[in-house]
């Protein structure tokens, strides 16, 4: 089944206390992006990956880190989570066919807690 | 910079139809979107519209698109409960940069 998969799903940590969100997709898009989601505030772009060994800031990368060694992988990094990072965070790909149409696959999302 | 407006709340009665609106700013979108959000759940692809159709249908679901007032809506026909969810709006556009932008969503809430 093609899907886009985040792990973990939930997860409740301490400040500081360095933490990583995986996501990966088995459709073999080259876009990814990783996406926080805040009441009152929609979707905030975070980072986002065009390919292996490209990655870009988005609008509120402040306090994270990303990686992508492979096509399937893009690890969202939190080295020190503060408490204004307490969100609900999703992954999205792209192939290429839509990159140019911004159509994009969700993960099912990633609640983050940090007191 | 780009910016997408939606109001945060909608409650209509089963059966009734629901309208759901999104104003944006960039005026060199390409495509628009409709996601839907239930709860729990990742954003699911709904509908979308390119920016030279004015409307498009697909089943229950009408996107009526205004350019000159960069205003787009969504119209769900017999609204049920089943529909009860969370909607976004997003638009894509290629100046600056190929770029996605969501609205605030809007959570609709369907009552008997």
């Known amino acids: 089944e093609a899907q886009v998969t985040q792990n973990p799903r939930y997860l409740i940590t301490v400040t500081g206390k360095k933490l990583t969100v995986t996501c990966s997709q088995n459709?073999?898009?080259?876009?990814m992006s990783w996406y926080r989601q805040d009441p009152g505030l929609g979707l905030r772009q975070i980072y986002y990956s065009m390919n292996v060994e490209v990655t870009d800031k988005g609008d509120v990368p402040e306090g994270y880190k990303v990686s992508r060694k492979e096509k399937r992988n893009f690890p969202l990094i939190l080295e020190s989570p503060s408490p204004n990072q307490t969100s609900l965070y999703f992954c999205?790909?792209?192939?290429?066919?839509?990159?140019?149409?911004?159509?994009?696959?969700f993960g099912e999302g990633s609640r983050l807690t940090v007191l | 910079g780009e910016d997408v407006e939606q109001s945060l709340f909608l409650s209509v009665r089963e059966g009734d139809s629901s309208v759901i609106n999104c104003t944006y700013t960039d005026s060199s979108s390409t495509y628009l979107y409709w996601y839907k959000q239930e709860p729990g759940a990742g954003l699911q692809l709904l509908t979308y519209?390119?920016?030279?159709?004015d409307m498009k249908q697909d089943q229950r679901l009408t996107v009526l698109l205004n350019k000159k007032d960069k205003h787009l809506s969504l119209r769900i026909a017999d609204t049920q409960t089943g529909d009860s969810a969370i909607y976004f709006c997003?638009?894509?556009?290629?100046?600056?940069?190929?770029?996605?932008?969501f609205g605030t969503g809007t959570q609709l809430k369907v009552e008997l």
């Open positions: 459709m073999n898009h080259e876009y």
């Open positions: 999205a790909s792209s192939p290429p066919e839509r990159e140019n149409t911004g159509e994009l696959f």
């Open positions: 519209i390119f920016s030279n159709m």
């Open positions: 997003a638009e894509f556009s290629t100046g600056g940069g190929n770029k996605l932008t």
